[in-house]
């Protein structure tokens, strides 16, 4: 059993940033894709960025290239997301996700682990 619990969410005037982590309850961290996911109001789950376990090779959605950035700190088993220039239509619950010896882009399916999200607002 993997425990995630995200924090760093809030609200953000649009242009900011903000920093999401992720602490995962786990002796094997480093056997783990980690990534996250967002889903807005009405929306589906959508993937936003992975990194491998091997953290050789990240991914991205298409809409948060060259603004958000993923890495992860095995020794404190934690992953990052940095968000920059961030838009109002970043907003959602962001959930962390563990996918075991998973690939740069997992799909939702393949997710062996979710956290319980937290909510990134940007106000316009």
């Known amino acids: 059993q993997v425990l995630l619990v995200e924090s760093g969410g809030g609200l953000v005037q649009a242009g900011g940033s903000l920093r999401l982590s992720c602490a995962a309850s786990?002796?094997?961290?480093?056997?783990?894709?980690m990534g996250w996911f967002r889903q807005a109001p009405g929306k589906e789950r959508d993937f936003v960025a992975a990194i491998t376990w091997t953290g050789g090779v990240t991914g991205y959605g298409d809409s948060v290239k060259g603004r958000f950035t993923i890495s992860r700190d095995n020794a404190k088993k934690t992953v990052y997301l940095q968000m920059n220039s961030l838009k109002p239509e970043d907003t959602a619950v962001y959930y962390c996700?563990?996918?075991?010896?998973?690939?740069?882009?997992?799909?939702?399916?393949?997710?062996?682990?979710w956290g319980q999200g937290t909510q990134v607002t940007v106000s316009s």
């Open positions: 996700a563990a996918d075991r010896y998973g690939s740069y882009r997992p799909s939702r399916t393949q997710v062996d682990y």
């Open positions: 786990v002796t094997t961290f480093s056997s783990y894709t």
